[in-house]
């Protein structure tokens, strides 16, 4: 266990369907990110919030929209996705703004696929 | 931009040492890590090394940095099948923005 939680773990959804990604830490983090993890690919950063502000947004599509209504949460909404967004998606956080060395946790990743 | 890569895949057998190799780019990166993914995980932080430094021990970890070469290597002593898992290399580069490598898959037969 790593302090960070991921639900659902598994997810299967149409291309059609409204679905929701949620991501929780009680770690005291300041910063939460989602990442995608693809087949043979880098993991790519996608969203970045820091203290519930998004940082950074990756040129990420449209179709992914990242809400953190504070810092514990953080959610990936999800609408009319497209089969090669089958992935992992994975959430971390980290405790920023200091010298330190920022160790990100990472959640266990929801297994998406688009059908 | 950054840019980290590794290969993808390594085999070894039980009880050998195992390298894994990373270059990245970003030459002001502050630290370099290795994350662990085992089957049905999420990465694990296994080990970090600070750039200023060029060797870093920690058990049967051993991690090399050639910061003029940009090369991190992550050297596993009397490998064990228990470290079956992908291995990823991760730059800190630009503000808290964590780049991360293809990972490199790593198979140890008894």
């Known amino acids: 266990e790593t302090g960070v939680t991921q639900t659902p773990r598994h997810l299967v959804m149409g291309m059609t369907n409204k679905k929701s990604l949620k991501c929780e830490q009680h770690l005291g983090h300041n910063a939460m990110y989602w990442y995608k993890q693809s087949a043979k690919k880098p993991l790519e950063l996608m969203f970045v919030?820091?203290?519930?502000?998004?940082?950074e947004n990756n040129s990420v599509p449209s179709r992914f929209s990242p809400e953190c209504p504070n810092s514990s949460h953080l959610f990936l909404h999800l609408h009319t996705l497209q089969p090669e967004d089958s992935a992992l998606y994975l959430c971390?956080?980290?405790?920023?703004?200091?010298?330190?060395?920022?160790?990100?946790?990472f959640g266990q990743g929801t297994r998406l696929t688009v059908v | 931009g950054e840019d980290v890569e590794q290969s993808l895949f390594l085999s070894v057998r039980e009880g050998d040492s195992s390298v894994i190799n990373c270059t990245y780019t970003d030459s002001s990166s502050t630290y370099l890590y290795w994350y662990k993914q085992e089957p049905g995980a999420g990465l694990q932080l296994l080990t970090y090394i600070f750039s200023n430094m060029d060797m870093k021990q920690d058990q049967r970890l051993t991690v090399l940095l050639n910061k003029k070469d940009k090369h991190l290597s992550l050297r596993i002593a009397d490998t064990q099948t228990g470290d079956s898992a992908i291995y990823f290399c991760?730059?800190?580069?630009?503000?808290?923005?964590?780049?991360f490598g293809t990972g490199t898959r790593l198979l140890v037969s008894p």
């Open positions: 971390a956080s980290s405790l920023t703004g200091t010298a330190m060395n920022t160790e990100a946790f």
């Open positions: 991760a730059e800190l580069g630009g503000f808290q923005k964590l780049v």
């Open positions: 919030y820091n203290f519930k502000e998004q940082t």
